[in-house]
């Protein structure tokens, strides 16, 4: 069940690609790989790609380079404590979803829209970037275009076959156990989503057992604001993926406020699991950059 690590460990095996330095009230964070569109910019938003649990920015270098030929310029975030991350989780040293989103992905965004101004950004979510890409939605961030998800869902147990819900609750007693033993997930030992915070593992595990994503008793991916609900979703459901059936991706939509018909089965060529479709991404990458050509480059809000 473990991420995958196709591609290289974040930065470091980046050679030659740009990196925007976040603005200072991010500057913990690690630098955003970037990827400018070959020939230039073209008419449509950049694009942030933001990955998986336990994913590398080195493994989506294939993804940004396909996006950019089609002139797409596109920026790859890397999570804290992977990766090129300064920091590891251990105890005492913690994060969870809004951490990520008020640090990776905002200072993420505007790195973006500094490296291009005047120019909207498009997200597209990967799994537990998903997840983040609905709550910038929720929160109307700036100069957001919109979001694709791929292969994204909830883990919620009951939409998953019988084999992967055993693997599921054998991951969450690891939770359960590991966190007032070490204070963090060992997730690198029992090839589940890599070392990971205890608290992102907590507002991880309510939604696999119980199908809620409440922090602070506040669902962060319902918008309230009309202006943030206008903002478009488009998911993108891989028809090998396990680890986000169909029906999980429809749940995670619920919860955002988004319809069914927002989702898209894509049926294209190469290999299409919840992380192998990643080594040949060009396909899916077509699609995107359909998508997000639909959506109008403006001034950012």
Known sequence: MSGSSEGGAGLPGLPGVERLPMPPRHGHAAPLAFWPASGGAGDGPAALVLPALGVPAGAYRRLAEALAAHGTPTGVAEWRGGGASPVRAARGVDWGYLDLFEHEVT????????????????????????????????????GLAGVITVAAGTPTMRFFAPGLRLQIRVVLAAHRLSGPLLGYFPGH??????????????????????????????????????????????????PRDTYAPRAATAHLLELAGVGETAIE??????????????????????RMRAVIDTWRCVEPG
């Not at 983040?132 to 961030?141: D, N």
């Not at 890599?194 to 991880?204: A, I, K, P, V, Y």
């Open 189 to 238: 030992r029992i090839g589940f989503g890599g070392r990971q915070s205890r608290r992102l593992m907590d507002e991880w595990a309510m939604l696999a057992r119980l199908g809620r994503f409440e922090i602070g008793g506040r669902n962060l991916l319902e918008p309230h604001a009309e202006a943030a609900r206008r903002i478009p979703v488009h998911a993108l459901s891989l």
């Open 107 to 142: 200072g993420g965004l505007a790195a973006l829209r500094q490296r291009l101004p005047g120019c909207a950004v498009a997200i597209i979510g990967h799994s537990l970037g998903g997840h983040l890409g609905l709550m910038a939605r929720a929160a109307a961030a700036p």
């Open 265 to 286: 089965r894509f049926e294209g060529p190469g290999p299409l699991g919840h992380f192998d479709w990643l080594k040949e991404p060009a396909a899916l990458a077509a």
